[in-house]
C-alpha cells in the first residue's frame, strides 16, 4: 500500500466510473471497507485521504437489484410492472440465508454506514453525494491531481422505468428507510427524491 488517496467504493453509486476516469492515482479495494483496508496497514490508512459516495438508498437499492437481476441472466419482463414489483419485494425480503449470488450481500453489508465507519466513527475525510456526481469529480480530480475529463458512464445496470413508485410498496420504502437511516439523516434523503 502507498500514499495514494483511499477509495471506498460502495456499490452502485459509481465506482467503476471512479476507476475508469481515474486509474492508478488512488487505492481501490474492491468493495472492502473501511475496517478491511485499515487491517492491510494502520499507519497508512490514517495518513492517506478517504473518500467516497453516497447515494439515495431508494435509488441504491433499485440500482442493486436490476444489476442483480441482470447479472443472474433472470427474465425481466419489463412490460410486467406487478411482477417487478413483487420480484422486487421478495428479493428484498428474502433472509440472507435463502439468497443466492451477492445481490443481497451487497445491499445490507456493504452500505455507507458500514463501509465507512470504524467502531461507530465516520473515517472518511470526504463523502460525495451520487446526485452531484460532476461536483464531486472536480474536487476529486483537483485532490488527485488529475486533469479536468468529461466522465464516461460505466456499468450502468439496466432500468426499463423511471420511477420508484413502480416497484416499491410501502413495506419496502420503509425497509429501506430502517436500513439506510444514516445516510438518509445525515444527507437528507427522501424518498421523493429518489431520480428513477
Not at 32 to 59: A, H, I, L, S
Request: aromatic letters at 14%; hydrophobic letters at 30%.
Amino acid at each position: 500500500m502507498n500514499d495514494l488517496p483511499i477509495f471506498i467504493h460502495v456499490p452502485r453509486t459509481g465506482g467503476n466510473t471512479m476507476r475508469y476516469t481515474y486509474r492508478g492515482k488512488f487505492q481501490h479495494f474492491g468493495h472492502d471497507t473501511t475496517e478491511q483496508v485499515r487491517m492491510r496497514d494502520p499507519r497508512r490508512f490514517e495518513t492517506c485521504w478517504k473518500y467516497g459516495f453516497v447515494r439515495n438508498p431508494w435509488d441504491r437499492y433499485c440500482s442493486l437489484y436490476y444489476h442483480f437481476v441482470n447479472s443472474r441472466n433472470q427474465e425481466m419482463r419489463p412490460t410486467d410492472l406487478d411482477w417487478q414489483r413483487e420480484n422486487f419485494h421478495d428479493w428484498l425480503h428474502t433472509p440472507y440465508e435463502r439468497k443466492k449470488g451477492r445481490g443481497w450481500e451487497w445491499t445490507m453489508n456493504q452500505c455507507p454506514n458500514i463501509m465507512f465507519h470504524i467502531d461507530g466513527e465516520l473515517v472518511m475525510n470526504r463523502v460525495f453525494r451520487f446526485e452531484k456526481m460532476r461536483d464531486a469529480h472536480r474536487v476529486v480530480a483537483n485532490k488527485l491531481e488529475a486533469p479536468p475529463i468529461n466522465l464516461p458512464h460505466r456499468k450502468a445496470a439496466p432500468r426499463h422505468f423511471r420511477t420508484k413508485e413502480l416497484i416499491v410498496d410501502p413495506v419496502d420504502i420503509a425497509f429501506i428507510a430502517e436500513h439506510s437511516a444514516w445516510e438518509i439523516e445525515r444527507y437528507g434523503y427522501r424518498y421523493e427524491q429518489a431520480s428513477r
